[in-house]
């Protein structure tokens, strides 16, 4: 099994700590995929996000208000390049890892076959504002999720089936704007799957201290209310794995001491999981029962002889 981490950039098409990201993928290498979905390639100057970059046959018109196609496309071409693609991350260019490689392994290999999106009912007036055009959904679809959170195979397949067999419907909640921040919860409760989904925060982000009115806090100077924020997050949330937005700016030896030293304490008692241990010792068993039937068959043989 793997994750695929699935990249959205734009304007200057670059990865705001690609130096660490790379750092952190290094030991967990042999069960992540990269992808990046980018508006123009020629703005591309890392070879690394060249190397990951999407076909071009799978490049679409988005924008902020319609970036359903961007993660559509990163779902298609993240699901059929390596099957073996189990967990699907959603990341920008301002996202960065929280925890260590070993804590993040732990969760995937103790929650592979759960999706991990933040939802609840839609907040906003759906009266007056006109994303996702809930108030022409019914009442039981009028949700809203995180925008960046953490989807299953199984739960890839359900978003699929829904472009293929609800395409009005899909195209309806498309066409109202900011669809990502509810399609997802939505399709999933469809088709029964969002109860059996871990509602929680993956991606923390300050709304409290917003840099614009559509955008979180920019993580700059690691001040005071920067400090006490991660780390409140951090402790709250059990399934945190990244922290958006970070500033290039942002001091690296800081985003290190969270990522390799704040829970270094607890990743020492982690014990991961192997989700394919009781197929091991299966075939373990039986290897062990075929090696003894062909010795004693090989030793009546030399016997009989």
Known sequence: MKVALCFTISYEHTLNKEHIWRKWIEPNKDIINVYFYYKDYEKIKSSWIQQHALPSTHIYETSYYHVIPAYMSLLNYAFTHDKQNQWFCFLTDSCCPIVSPKRFRYLFFEFYNKSVISWKRAWWNITFHKRANLALLPNELRLANDPWFVITRED????????????????LICKGGLANESLFAIILCGYKRLDKAICSVTHVADWARMASPTSPHLFKEANKGDIEFIEREINKYEHTMFIRKIAPEFPDDVLNHYIYEYSSVEDG????????????????????????????WYLETIYNM
């Open 156 to 171: 890839v397949q359900c978003c699929f089936k829904f472009t293929r067999t609800q395409s009005k419907l899909y195209n």
């Open 269 to 296: 008692g982690l014990q991961i999981r192997d989700p394919y241990l009781g197929q091991k010792i299966l075939i373990y068993l039986f290897s062990s029962l075929f090696i003894y039937i062909c010795m004693n």
